[in-house]
């Protein structure tokens, strides 16, 4: 009964692949989330979805293409993998334009680029 | 881009101590948030502030908005060693959607 859950929690992989990471909340939240942390534990948001809409993109790759098929899953794909992807990457919900300040974290997936 | 300024950057405390941290930045935001994130897990919310000069309390853990809207503290009393992690705060800000800033992160390590 996790409330937000990311798979997988570990991700190694080589440079050039392409590979995703999926996200899934059961709180019924309309807004979800894409946050990147770097080795200095910074936090920088990536992309926010609100109903299946994409209403954030801060300044990403194109490399990187969310997906939210329903409210309650936003995957995060990323093509040519390069070093610099390497990171923790979280997932995150709140109830948004509803009204919500909370948000809620999922445990990240540490991306390993190789 | 918009950034906040937490400091310390990190500290290591007695435990019993109270610990002070705080977080500055150039812009103005609706709404301060303070964070706890534990090794291997995501943040979660400890205090929201609401509007400028709030002072709020959550047990041991009092956060305060500041007056120009611009800064914020967080006071934690009594420290023990479950309080280890990493503190962030983050601002928010509403231009059609909610969007957050975090702060650089207080790492906090407690000394028993």
């Known amino acids: 009964d996790t409330a937000v859950s990311q798979t997988p929690k570990y991700l190694v992989t080589q440079m050039g692949n392409d590979k995703s990471i999926k996200c899934e909340q059961n709180l019924g939240h309309d807004t979800m989330y894409w946050y990147k942390q770097d080795s200095k534990k910074f936090l920088k948001i990536m992309f926010s979805y609100n109903n299946k809409e994409l209403i954030i993109n801060e300044t990403v790759p194109n490399r990187f293409s969310p997906k939210s098929p329903d409210k309650a899953h936003l995957n995060l794909h990323i093509n040519s993998l390069e070093l610099g992807d390497s990171a923790v990457y979280f997932c995150?919900?709140?109830?948004?334009?509803?009204?919500?300040?909370?948000?809620?974290f999922g445990p990240g997936t540490r991306l390993t680029v190789l | 881009g918009q950034q906040l300024n937490q400091s310390p950057q990190s500290m290591f405390i007695q435990e019993g101590e109270d610990v002070s941290m705080n977080c500055t930045s150039s812009?103005?935001?609706?709404?301060w948030l303070w964070y706890k994130q534990d090794p291997g897990e995501g943040p979660v919310l400890l205090i929201a502030l609401y509007k400028a000069g709030e002072l709020t309390s959550n047990g041991r853990l009092t956060a305060q908005f500041g007056i120009t809207r611009k800064d914020s503290f967080l006071n934690i009393s009594a420290s023990i060693p479950s309080d280890v992690g990493i503190y962030f705060c983050a601002g928010q800000l509403f231009s059609g959607t909610y969007k957050y800033i975090f702060g650089t992160g207080t790492r906090l390590k407690v000394l028993a």
């Open positions: 995150a919900s709140s109830l948004g334009l509803a009204g919500g300040i909370e948000q809620f």
């Open positions: 812009s103005i935001f609706n709404t």
